[in-house]
């Protein structure tokens, strides 16, 4: 079982849609990240969320943290083929020490 | 400043050969993973380390092994590879004065290895 399911999958667009990715779970997490992935690369880095109910915008970016801390989601506005990639949450679970748990991931094409 | 390197960038390996896998980091973090990416797949956790000297398993050590003797250097060991260990790999890090319990990762760019 998958403690953090995200969804969907696999999502292909044109230029120009919106978009939401989600990070679903059981579980509390004190902190959730999210993270891109091109290919042939490691992952990197987009934010972290911290507080329930937080919001952070990155340009055309918006993250939320659940108000239980338990999902989250990434909503891309006007998405550009420079989006592509594979999108990533991980959570840090307070039992869990310095060990972070990844979702599957959303592997998104955004197409010209 | 480097952050995560990891090499080989690419290796084939025959069944029963073993290789090791290296990950320097120059950031001073104190903690380093080692994961495992198959296809379409998110990341498994293989092993980490908190510190210098210090190791333990992660969700799928089964076929590997690691040494932390250094801040900067956490190689990964494949004893007698099998193709279920074809994965792409990467090495990351981070540190708790920095990021807090949050964990941030800082990721190298992965070493993609082919066991036949």
């Known amino acids: 079982t998958q403690l953090l399911e995200q969804s969907p999958q696999f999502l292909s667009i044109q230029e120009g849609e919106n978009l939401t990715v989600y990070c679903n779970s059981s579980?509390?997490?004190?902190?959730l990240q999210w993270y891109r992935q091109e290919p042939g690369e490691g992952p990197v880095l987009l934010v972290t969320?911290?507080?329930?109910?937080e919001v952070k915008k990155l340009k055309r970016l918006t993250f939320q943290f659940g108000d239980a801390r338990k999902d989250s989601s990434l909503h891309i506005t006007a998405a550009q083929p420079g989006d592509t990639g594979l999108y990533l949450c991980?959570?840090?679970?307070?039992?869990?020490?310095?060990?972070?748990?990844f979702g599957e991931g959303t592997q998104l094409t955004v197409n010209p | 400043n480097a952050g995560v390197t990891q090499t080989p960038k690419f290796r084939i390996l025959k069944i029963g050969q073993s290789m090791t896998l290296q990950c320097t980091q120059d950031?001073?973090?104190?903690?380093m993973y080692w994961y495992r990416q198959d296809p379409g797949m998110g990341l498994k956790l293989i092993y980490y380390?908190?510190?210098?000297?210090?190791?333990d398993k992660g969700e799928v050590p089964n076929g590997y092994n690691v040494s932390r003797s250094t801040t900067e250097d956490f190689p990964l060991r494949l004893e007698l590879a099998a193709p279920s260990q074809t994965s792409v790999y990467f090495c990351?890090?981070?540190?708790?004065?920095?990021?807090?319990?949050?964990?941030?990762?800082?990721f190298g760019p992965g070493t993609r290895l082919t066991v036949t």
């Open positions: 950031m001073n973090h104190n903690y």
């Open positions: 969320v911290v507080t329930g109910g």
């Open positions: 991980a959570g840090a679970l307070e039992t869990s020490g310095s060990r972070l748990t």
């Open positions: 579980s509390v997490f004190s902190s």
């Open positions: 990351a890090s981070t540190s708790n004065v920095v990021s807090g319990t949050s964990y941030e990762q800082y």
């Open positions: 380390s908190v510190g210098a000297g210090i190791t």
